[in-house]
């Protein structure tokens, strides 16, 4: 999830990185505590989730908070590193690691994430711009094709568990 919604085309600082770090650890706080009343939505209602991965190189949880929608059983988000010209570190834990849960309000949903091609990835780009206009101004900001992230429940039934009780 990123703050901007103007890309500038400038790339933050050491500063810069350290106050979105320090603002992203607040949020997932936030969100957390409050079962997602608070976090759970970004300015102009698209909905925010908790994504948990396992990092790739250091085998760490990672948690990151991030806009997403919602196909049929499936949630949907969008590797977009607002713009940036690398992909965003989470996307690269979920390619290394596909197995990730997701809170979404108090619940925690165990998912298995497949990047959407062809038809599919045009579709749910489609839905996502709609959703969230700054990620059709991230597109043209880098000269990388933005992954389109589905994130599918793996647990027949799709059971979830409270996240106060995880």
């Known amino acids: 999830m990123t703050v901007d919604t103007k890309p500038t085309g400038r790339v933050p600082g050491r500063w810069g990185n350290r106050a979105m770090r320090m603002a992203s650890a607040m949020h ?9 009343r608070l976090g759970g939505a970004f300015p102009g209602g698209a909905p925010v989730l908790l994504l948990h991965t396992t990092g790739r190189k250091t085998g760490s949880k990672r948690t990151t908070p991030l806009l997403y929608i919602v196909d049929r059983d499936d949630l949907v988000v969008i590797a977009s590193a607002g713009g940036a010209a690398k992909h965003p570190a989470w996307w690269l834990n979920l390619r290394a690691q596909p197995a990730a849960t997701v809170q979404v309000g108090r619940d925690t949903i165990p998912v298995r994430a497949e990047e959407a091609t062809g038809d599919e990835r045009e579709h749910l780009w489609a839905r996502a711009v709609d959703v969230y206009s700054g990620y059709a101004g991230y597109h043209k900001k880098t000269s990388r094709r933005i992954p389109v992230v589905v994130l599918r429940r793996t647990r027949a039934g799709h059971e979830t568990t409270n996240a106060r009780d995880a």
């Open 28 to 36: 997932i706080q936030l969100y957390r505590r409050t079962g997602g």
